[in-house]
């Protein structure tokens, strides 16, 4: 993973996979029924235990943080609660008259992070590379707007952003502001790549994500690269926008599954690694066919070799185990080069 970052030449793509630390896995659902995603979040060794779980269970090339992308918010005042269907944030900005006024910055509230991020590295088995990550500004905007996720389309967040650009503008810079603390930080104490996670980057416009969210992108990526660590940046949704990630921005830009992988490299500037793509829901297929579409990548591969192997978005709570533990034996048994 980290000599792919790097530029080296590799035998075969990295592979690792979005939410591997989870529902998915059996050990995580064991946990589940006696700790809460909370108190697993909250606790250093539940926390570091969730976080390697994948590199015992399932043999990928890197762990990521156990954690989630609304500490954030949580650090900038908004009082949250995890129920059955995710995060519920107790007064949404949607409700005040000028959101960006709602926030208090206590970036203290992070410092449990910190440590379940001392002792994953402490706990690790040599030569696993840990991956950071936080949710981008746009991503982190639409649950403290809206105040859930229960609507994809988050039509509270689309009205806010067209009609009150200057507000938006004072929110944005609030939350990128906490992020870069965040980023910071979670290097500080040890992580080696880091990624940021825009899932809802397709819900706008390019051209108005470009206006108002792109110098937003621009600090959180100096942040991260100018203490030397590889940064990876996912875009979901983004779609023509994809120009924008030139490599001052980014090392590599993990590929959503509705963009197909050569699209995407005529797309992305030249210098920039792509990550990803293959359609999570693909793993519910039969194992044939699965193969196969391993087998679909190895061209692609040699002909463009800064590729990391991973999913278009998370894995999906009730893909089955084995699917996933045998793209995992796929992808390094194949021959790639």
Same mark, same amino acid.
């Given at each position: 993973?980290?000599?792919?970052?790097?530029?080296l030449?590799t035998?075969?793509?990295p592979?690792?996979?979005?939410?591997?630390?989870g529902?998915?896995?059996?050990?995580y659902?064991?946990l589940?029924?006696?700790?809460t995603?909370?108190?697993?979040?909250s606790?250093?060794e539940?926390a #570091?235990?969730?976080?390697?779980?994948?590199?015992y269970d399932?043999g990928?090339?890197?762990?990521?943080?156990?954690s989630?992308?609304l500490?954030v918010?949580?650090a900038?005042g908004?009082?949250m609660?995890?129920?059955g269907k995710?995060?519920v944030?107790?007064?949404p900005?949607?409700? &005040?008259?000028?959101p #960006?006024?709602?926030?208090?910055?206590?970036?203290?509230?992070?410092?449990y992070i910190?440590?379940n991020i001392?002792?994953?590295?402490r706990?690790r088995?040599?030569?696993?590379?840990l991956?950071?990550f936080?949710?981008a500004p746009l991503?982190v905007?639409?649950?403290?707007?809206?105040?859930?996720?229960?609507d994809p389309?988050?039509?509270?967040?689309?009205?806010?952003l067209y009609?009150?650009? #200057?507000?938006a503008?004072k929110?944005?810079?609030?939350i990128?502001?906490?992020t870069?603390?965040?980023?910071q930080n979670?290097?500080?104490?040890?992580?080696?790549?880091?990624?940021?996670?825009d899932?809802?980057?397709g819900?706008?416009? &390019?051209?108005l994500?470009y206006?108002?969210?792109?110098?937003?992108?621009?600090?959180? #990526?100096?942040a991260?690269?100018?203490?030397g660590?590889p940064?990876?940046?996912?875009?979901?949704?983004?779609?023509t926008g994809?120009?924008?990630?030139?490599?001052?921005?980014?090392d590599?830009v993990?590929?959503?599954?509705q963009?197909p992988?050569?699209h995407?490299?005529e797309l992305?500037?030249?210098?920039v690694g792509l990550?990803g793509?293959?359609?999570?829901?693909l793993?519910? &297929?039969?194992?044939?066919d699965?193969?196969? &579409?391993l087998?679909?990548?190895?061209?692609?591969?040699?002909?463009h070799?800064d590729?990391?192997?991973?999913l278009g978005?998370?894995?999906l709570?009730?893909?089955p185990?084995?699917?996933?533990k045998l793209?995992v034996?796929r992808?390094?048994?194949?021959k790639?080069?």
């Amino acid at each position: 993973m980290l000599n792919k970052l790097k530029g080296l030449p590799t035998e075969r793509p990295p592979v690792w996979f979005m939410r591997q630390a989870g529902r998915v896995l059996p050990n995580y659902q064991k946990l589940k029924k006696e700790y809460t995603f909370h108190e697993m979040m909250s606790d250093p060794e539940l926390a #570091s235990k969730v976080t390697l779980m994948p590199i015992y269970d399932l043999g990928v090339d890197a762990a990521i943080l156990f954690s989630d992308i609304l500490v954030v918010p949580d650090a900038l005042g908004m009082k949250m609660s995890f129920t059955g269907k995710g995060p519920v944030f107790e007064n949404p900005l949607s409700r &005040a008259e000028e959101p #960006s006024k709602m926030l208090k910055q206590d970036a203290s509230r992070l410092d449990y992070i910190f440590q379940n991020i001392d002792t994953i590295i402490r706990n690790r088995p040599s030569g696993t590379p840990l991956i950071g990550f936080c949710g981008a500004p746009l991503t982190v905007l639409c649950y403290m707007v809206q105040g859930t996720g229960r609507d994809p389309n988050f039509p509270d967040v689309v009205k806010y952003l067209y009609s009150n650009k #200057s507000d938006a503008r004072k929110l944005i810079d609030h939350i990128t502001e906490m992020t870069v603390i965040y980023v910071q930080n979670q290097i500080k104490h040890g992580v080696e790549v880091f990624q940021l996670f825009d899932t809802h980057a397709g819900l706008i416009p &390019a051209d108005l994500y470009y206006e108002l969210f792109w110098p937003a992108i621009q600090k959180i #990526s100096l942040a991260i690269r100018e203490t030397g660590t590889p940064f990876i940046f996912f875009p979901k949704g983004l779609g023509t926008g994809l120009k924008f990630v030139t490599p001052d921005i980014a090392d590599f830009v993990s590929i959503d599954w509705q963009m197909p992988l050569r699209h995407a490299r005529e797309l992305v500037p030249p210098g920039v690694g792509l990550q990803g793509n293959m359609d999570p829901r693909l793993l519910y &297929a039969k194992a044939d066919d699965i193969e196969a &579409a391993l087998e679909d990548l190895i061209p692609f591969y040699r002909e463009h070799p800064d590729y990391i192997f991973n999913l278009g978005h998370g894995l999906l709570p009730d893909i089955p185990f084995e699917k996933v533990k045998l793209v995992v034996d796929r992808v390094k048994s194949m021959k790639w080069v």
